[in-house]
Every structure is written in structure tokens, then in C-alpha cells.
Nanobody, 123 residues
Framework: QIQLVESGGGLVQAGGSLRLSCAASGRTRSTYAVGWFRQAPGKEREFVAAISWSGGNTRYTDSVMGRFTISKDNAKNTVYLQMNSLKPEDTAVYYC????????????????WGQGTQVTVSS
């Protein structure tokens, strides 16, 4: 029903910034929330941030609080993740995901996933 494509990943030095984009297509007129997750090699996929359909509600994991900002542009069917003060431990493949209605921090709560984009933070 919904297709998601991430972009904006790359290599950045510690302390730098990067903005990821998640473009949605398909049945985008339906109400849904979008979350960002990340996965490092050998580790489980973990929650990063999520935003409601209206953009009025957001949630962040403690490790990125104050450094990352999630935002949404419904007219463009795009969700963004602005990442500032990046640390080497932020290195991972970042995925966006969508689910109907309200936001969630649970991996299993999301129905649609993008292919991921690599973020590498050097020290």
C-alpha cells in the first residue's frame, strides 16, 4: 500500500550534521505515522524517532534526544531526520517505516519499510 525510499546517508565526521529523507508513495492519503530506526552490524534494529501524521506528536530515543529532529511535509509525502552533533556510535543503516494511525517505538508495530540508507560517522 505504501512504498518508502530513504536518501541522504553518507560519511560525516564526528560533530557534523546530516539530513535523511524518507519519500512515500502509494496510498499516502491514508493517515499513518512514520518512524526512523537504525541497525548496526551484529545488533538488533532499534528505534530512533517517530512522528504522527499531523506532525504534532514526536518521540525520540534517549540517546538522540536534543541532537536529532524528526519532521514531516505531508504535501511532499516526505519525512526528514535532521541529525546534528553526530557521534561514531550513530553509525548504522537507517530505515524509515510507516504504520496506520498513531506513532510507536516498536519495530513490530510498523507495516511498511524502506530499503535503508547507510550513515557512517568517523572519529
Amino acid at each position: 500500500q505504501i512504498q518508502l525510499v530513504e536518501s541522504g546517508g553518507g560519511l560525516v565526521q564526528a560533530g557534523g550534521s546530516l539530513r535523511l529523507s524518507c519519500a512515500a508513495s502509494g496510498r499516502t492519503r491514508s493517515t499513518y505515522a512514520v518512524g526512523w530506526f537504525r541497525q548496526a552490524p551484529g545488533k538488533e534494529r532499534e528505534f530512533v524517532a517517530a512522528i504522527s501524521w499531523s506532525g504534532g506528536n514526536t518521540r525520540y530515543t534517549d540517546s538522540v534526544m536534543g541532537r536529532f529532529t524528526i519532521s514531516k511535509d505531508n504535501a511532499k509525502n516526505t519525512v526528514y531526520l535532521q541529525m546534528n552533533s553526530l557521534k561514531p556510535e550513530d553509525t548504522a543503516v537507517y530505515y524509515c517505516a510507516a504504520r496506520p494511525w498513531g506513532l510507536s517505538a516498536g519495530v513490530d508495530a510498523y507495516d511498511y519499510w524502506g530499503q535503508g540508507t547507510q550513515v557512517t560517522v568517523s572519529s
